[in-house]
DNA sequence: AGGCAAACCTGTAAGC
DNA sequence: TGCTTACAGGTTTGCC
């Protein structure tokens, strides 16, 4: 569910409700999530006051004031709730943090991709090592990405879903970027002029920015931390939309495999 | 080294 | 209606 734009609606949603906030316990209810959840070692970190709620690639970090850390990262299907301490548990609830004043945040993942972490101040964590620059962010620009491609002969959609390369892009706004630049997803990386990598970076940027906007995109599971859905899945122009009418040529969208997973692409307007 | 398929787990939708 | 199959936003592992 949860790529960039759906993890940055969802840290923008809860600063308000944590930042310089005490987080003062922790329930477990059922940590058999992606990495085991380790009951003891979050609970070690508090009491603490919330420092600041960051995002970097898919991973939301809740600092603490301590300098220790909270990793949360959604997996495919979790979310992150802020709710009255009087609301039950639901199926797939698995675990509460506790806020001072009553209220609880709930990490909910029906299918257990996601992770909570504690992480000990200076401690870094796998998910966060070997990334590559944020895409809104500086240092991410046609020229870094036509630097990383070289010599690579990878097809351009599964490179840019590739973190090392850039951070946070998943499989439908790597689509969506594809679509935007007038570039075919099975274009060889290391084969693209400077100018296409320019176009690409700016459609990138484009399709991130106009998600945030957007509340992100729920096709299913995301929710940002007052439950409320995204509305972007409403302007994909190519993502879920096979045999629809492209929306610049009216030729049927069509979809391919790469990687296992799927592609969505105009056959007239992305070329190689 | 680079790139791919499969695996992790569960729910939903489509097909028969 | 009920069973079976395919597929889903991410990341890691292991194989070629």
């Known amino acids: ?129 070997g990334l590559g620059p944020e895409p809104l962010g500086e240092g991410f620009g046609g020229a870094h990405l036509a630097r990383a491609a070289r010599g690579r002969r990878r097809p351009v959609k599964p490179f840019l879903m590739d973190g090392r390369v850039v951070a946070g892009v998943g499989n439908i706004y790597a689509c969506e970027a594809c679509f935007a630049a007038g570039i075919h997803p099975a274009a060889p990386a290391g084969r693209l002029s400077a100018a296409r990598w320019e176009r690409l970076a700016a459609a990138l940027r484009a399709v991130l920015a106009e998600s945030i906007a957007a509340g992100g995109t729920t096709l299913r599971d995301f929710a940002d931390a007052e439950g409320r859905g995204g509305l972007y899945q409403l302007r994909t122009r190519v993502y879920g939309r096979e045999g629809e009418p492209c929306v610049a040529c009216g030729r049927p969208i069509r979809r391919l495999t790469q990687s296992g997973r799927s592609t969505f692409y105009c056959p007239r307007c992305q070329r190689w």
């Open 1 to 129: 569910m949860p790529e960039l734009p759906e993890v940055e609606c969802l840290r923008r949603s809860l600063a308000p409700h944590l930042a310089g906030r005490r987080i003062v316990g922790v329930t477990v209810r059922d940590g058999r999530l992606r990495e085991p959840v380790r009951e003891a070692a979050l609970a070690a970190l508090l009491p603490a006051r919330v420092a600041a709620v960051e995002r970097r690639a898919k991973v939301l970090l809740v600092r603490l004031a301590s300098g220790a850390a909270l990793l949360v990262h959604l997996g495919m299907s979790g979310r992150l709730l802020v709710e009255p301490a009087s609301a039950p548990w639901r199926p797939h609830d698995r675990l509460r943090l506790h806020l001072e004043g009553g209220d609880r945040l709930v990490y909910h993942d029906p299918r257990r991709f996601g992770r909570v972490v504690a992480l000990a101040p200076g401690e870094g964590h796998p998910l966060l090592a």
